[in-house]
């Protein structure tokens, strides 16, 4: 057993005190695991879009103080009451959407959505007893989405918790607790483009460009790239676009553009941005009789999806997915094993590397469009 297993870890986070503000690194206390629960030593955390969005704080319900981070990979510390699953030393990657075996929806073939640990993003304690496992000086400080990986350790509930195989490089594995596998997913197991069909991204960020990736791996033979930052075309190319669509460059609505190019619209399209308009274009761009059309972007919460009933009528069919429909802890280990065997690649995705007193620069990097994933290193 751990030496600290029982006892409150005094180390190093980013929290993030109030919305927009530059991250603090801060001296939190992190309390023991209660049942059903792992105390994680975090190594390397990523930055995530989702990040950014809940910091911001629009169009949500703000939380504050909060640790943030939910793309990471780390080594489970202790273990609290109950824990059969994990013990300390297993790798594992934490995930924002856990998988409790039991529910109806573990348990269903089509379903990741489990109904103990789904996302709530509103919730700022455990679920065992609503309460943080941070504080500073007594201060509660609240959780993020059941991971908040900007902090050395960590404790999240073990539903949340994939583990891996232990030869896996963790900074490069890191990225699949998120961003990578919620487009990958996107693709592969929603909307399973077949050989020879078309597809359309919208939103050529990491998630998007991880969704190409999966249409190319799928054999996509035409895969277009719908984005308003026209710079991001070039980087593109190395993930299998093969046509690029700057709205803004069009006087007609983009899903015409599509259709236009394409003979009467795309086999496939998946909307990796969050904006409403997008959602709706990636719907009415793909063809009438058999396409389908993924949402993966995070909405505002006071979105509302418009479109004609007739495009559904049309044999046009809509989809959305959370983390590209993979179980975490059933699917996320065969994922690890496809990168550890050379069927994917993981590197061309990160672009930068920080240490965690410099996390800001993560969040620059962001902002400017700079970066596809920034590696937050927790252990330099």
């Given amino acids: 057993m751990s030496t600290t297993a029982g006892l409150v870890i005094r180390c190093k986070a980013a929290v993030a005190w109030e919305a927009e503000k530059p991250l603090a690194i801060e001296e939190v206390e992190v309390a023991p695991p209660q049942k059903m629960e792992v105390r994680v030593k975090i190594l390397f955390t990523c930055l995530c879009h989702s990040d950014v969005y ?53 348990k269903s073939e089509e379903s990741n959505l489990c109904e103990v640990l789904r996302v709530n ?14 504080s500073i000086n007594g201060k509660p400080i609240y959780h993020f989405i059941g991971t908040s990986t900007f902090s050395e350790y960590t404790v999240v509930h073990v539903g949340c918790l994939a583990k891996i195989n232990p030869a896996a490089p963790l900074d490069k594995v890191c990225i699949l607790s998120c961003g990578f596998c919620t487009g ?4 592969v197991n929603v909307a399973k483009p077949k050989k020879g069909q078309t597809v359309a991204i919208f939103g050529l960020g990491t998630v998007g460009l991880a969704a190409a990736e999966g249409a190319r791996i799928s054999g996509a033979s035409r895969i277009i790239g719908v984005d308003v930052v026209s710079s991001k075309f070039e980087t593109a190319k190395k993930f299998g676009v093969t046509d690029f669509v ?17 003979n ?8 990796c941005s969050g904006s409403l308009e997008a959602m709706i274009s990636a ?15 995070f909405p505002s919460k006071d979105d509302v999806f418009r479109t004609h009933p007739l495009n559904f009528l049309h044999e046009r069919t809509l989809k959305g997915t959370f983390f590209g429909n993979f179980k975490p802890r059933t699917d996320l280990p065969g994922v690890v094993e496809k990168y550890m065997n050379k069927e994917l690649e993981l590197e061309k995705f990160i672009t930068h590397e920080v240490v965690l007193k410099d996390i800001n620069k993560a969040f620059e990097y962001m902002l400017k469009g700079e970066s596809l994933r920034c590696v937050i290193r927790l252990d330099a």
């Fill in 54 to 106: 809940f910091w911001e704080a629009k169009g949500q319900t703000p939380l504050f103080p909060r640790i943030l981070g939910h793309e990471a990979a780390g080594i489970v510390e202790s273990v609290g009451e109950g824990v059969t699953e994990l013990q300390p030393g297993d790798h594992v990657l934490p995930v924002f959407m856990g998988e409790c075996g039991e529910c109806a929806h573990c």
């Fill in 184 to 187: 990958f997913g996107a693709a």
């Fill in 283 to 297: 719907f009415e761009c793909v063809h009438d009789g058999w396409g389908v059309a993924v949402l993966v972007g």
């Fill in 121 to 134: 993003t509103d919730r700022g304690g455990m679920l065992h007893d609503g309460k943080t496992r941070f």
């Fill in 264 to 271: 009467g619209g795309v086999d496939r399209s998946i909307e």
């Fill in 246 to 262: 700057n709205p803004k460059d069009h006087d007609k609505p983009v899903q015409q553009v599509i259709a236009e190019m394409t």
